[in-house]
């Protein structure tokens, strides 16, 4: 049973065009994290949301979590080929719980 | 955030061979996990390494198979042993603190590669 539910799985989009990336559970989360990992690398830490409804800017990337704490989405505005990589959320359960739960992934493509 | 290295970054082995991926950090920090990346898919999570005593392994991985150490709290080593083809992978540490367990932050990866 895959916890966290990352859609779509890949997109690709032409440079300056924006793009949402969802992550959807039934289950509620203490945190999501959101990552970014390009080829040959390990995940980079984007951002951590914990409060239900909050709202994250990074430059042109916009992290919200859902009020119940169960979903989450990544917005950016005017995509550069800078961004391509594949996204995942990963959830942590709360409590003595360290683990965290990752979705599939989105594989971003950004065409100049 | 913690500035991790892993050794080997990538390698080429034998089937029935082993091969142990060496975790720095150049810091002291609580938590250190060790992930499996399958190609084209997501991490899973093989087990939390703890320090002095034995890891903490996920359903379907066994110490036999994905022995762990962690002698100190800046250092961890995962052998994957008797390798087959299945187990080409990218392999990833990751570490996290008391003070923020929210955040985990990774090494660059092992890339494995099994004939």
């Known amino acids: 049973t895959q916890l966290l539910e990352q859609s779509p799985q890949f997109l690709s989009i032409q440079e300056g065009e924006n793009l949402t990336v969802y992550c959807n559970s039934s289950s509620v989360f203490s945190s999501l994290q959101w990552y970014r990992q390009e080829p040959g690398e390990g995940p980079v830490l984007l951002v951590t949301?914990?409060?239900?409804?909050e709202v994250k800017k990074l430059k042109r990337l916009t992290f919200q979590f859902g009020d119940a704490r169960k979903d989450s989405s990544l917005h950016i505005t005017a995509a550069q080929p800078g961004d391509t990589g594949l996204y995942l959320c990963a959830g942590r359960r709360g409590g003595s719980n360290y683990k965290l739960t990752f979705g599939k992934g989105t594989l971003l493509t950004v065409n100049p | 955030s913690a500035v991790i290295s892993q050794k080997p970054s990538r390698d080429i082995c034998q089937r029935g061979t082993s091969l142990t991926i060496q975790c720095q950090v150049d810091?002291?920090?609580?938590?250190m996990f060790w992930y499996r990346q399958q190609p084209g898919q997501s991490l899973t999570l093989i087990a939390t390494?703890?320090?002095?005593?034995?890891?903490?392994?996920e359903s379907g991985f066994v110490i036999d198979k994905f022995p762990i150490s962690r002698p100190n709290l800046t250092f961890s080593t995962l052998t994957v042993s008797n390798l087959s083809p299945e187990d080409s992978s990218i392999y990833l540490c990751?570490?996290?603190?008391?003070?923020?367990?929210?955040?985990?932050?990774f090494g660059p990866g092992t890339r494995l590669t099994v004939l």
């Open positions: 949301v914990v409060t239900g409804g």
């Open positions: 990751s570490v996290a603190n008391r003070a923020s367990y929210n955040e985990q932050f």
């Open positions: 390494a703890n320090q002095g005593s034995e890891a903490t392994y």
């Open positions: 810091s002291q920090v609580t938590m």
